[in-house]
């Protein structure tokens, strides 16, 4: 499976990574994606800008490296529509047991405005594309099994449910090399 099996990626769509520069319109937008978003853990809302820089320097450390022993080396990204920041993604680079029982290498969430609008299937394509060019074989994807939308996004993208535990869902998607949205 590849980004481009999940649906054409308009070209005005893209990620872009973490920075510890990013501005004010990501804070924004992370304040419009709950601190819990079906799962999907958003520390920054609620956080005020001092706060939010700090933790982009710390987020942007566990893209490079900076990592405490329990730790995976994870990229964080920000879905954008042409100039508007959208959707949060992140990509872990590898699972440890904790992460595989529990969690999975791609969470995402789109900011509350902007739901309904087709990025989820999106910023999951595009999010696919970067786990195929880290050499990920596969992915891992939970998702609460009560949230319908996302685990239609899932299964749209090539997910295929491999257990359950009744209160989450667990997908694998089998990468491709060389992906383009």
């Given at each position: 499976?590849?980004g481009?099996?999940c649906?054409?990626?308009?070209?005005?769509?893209?990620?872009?990574?973490?920075?510890?520069d990013?501005?004010?319109?990501?804070?924004?937008?992370?304040?419009?994606?709950?601190?819990?978003?079906?799962?999907?853990?958003?520390?920054?809302?609620?956080?005020?800008?001092?706060?939010?820089?700090?933790?982009?320097r710390?987020?942007?450390?566990?893209?490079?490296?900076d990592?405490?022993?329990?730790?995976?080396?994870?990229?964080?990204?920000?879905?954008y529509?042409?100039?508007?920041?959208?959707?949060?993604?992140?990509?872990?680079h590898?699972?440890?047991?904790?992460l595989e029982?529990?969690?999975?290498h791609?969470g995402?969430?789109?900011?509350?405005?902007?739901?309904?609008?087709?990025?989820?299937?999106?910023?999951?394509?595009?999010?696919?594309?970067e786990?195929?060019r880290?050499?990920?074989?596969?992915?891992q994807?939970?998702?609460?099994?009560?949230?319908?939308?996302?685990?239609?996004?899932?299964?749209?993208?090539g997910?295929?449910?491999?257990?359950?535990d009744?209160?989450?869902?667990?997908?694998?998607?089998t990468l491709?090399?060389?992906?383009?949205?």
């Amino acid at each position: 499976m590849t980004g481009e099996q999940c649906g054409a990626v308009a070209a005005r769509l893209h990620l872009r990574p973490l920075s510890p520069d990013d501005g004010r319109e990501i804070y924004d937008m992370l304040q419009q994606i709950a601190s819990n978003d079906n799962g999907f853990h958003n520390p920054v809302c609620g956080m005020s800008v001092g706060e939010y820089g700090e933790w982009l320097r710390r987020e942007y450390g566990y893209d490079t490296g900076d990592l405490e022993d329990w730790m995976v080396p994870q990229s964080s990204y920000w879905l954008y529509d042409g100039d508007q920041p959208v959707g949060y993604g992140r990509l872990r680079h590898r699972l440890n047991a904790a992460l595989e029982a529990h969690s999975g290498h791609i969470g995402y969430a789109i900011a509350q405005p902007y739901r309904g609008r087709g990025y989820g299937n999106a910023i999951l394509a595009l999010l696919l594309n970067e786990a195929a060019r880290l050499g990920l074989k596969w992915v891992q994807i939970g998702a609460n099994a009560d949230n319908a939308r996302s685990n239609r996004v899932i299964r749209h993208c090539g997910g295929e449910l491999i257990r359950t535990d009744g209160s989450k869902n667990f997908y694998r998607i089998t990468l491709k090399r060389g992906a383009q949205a």
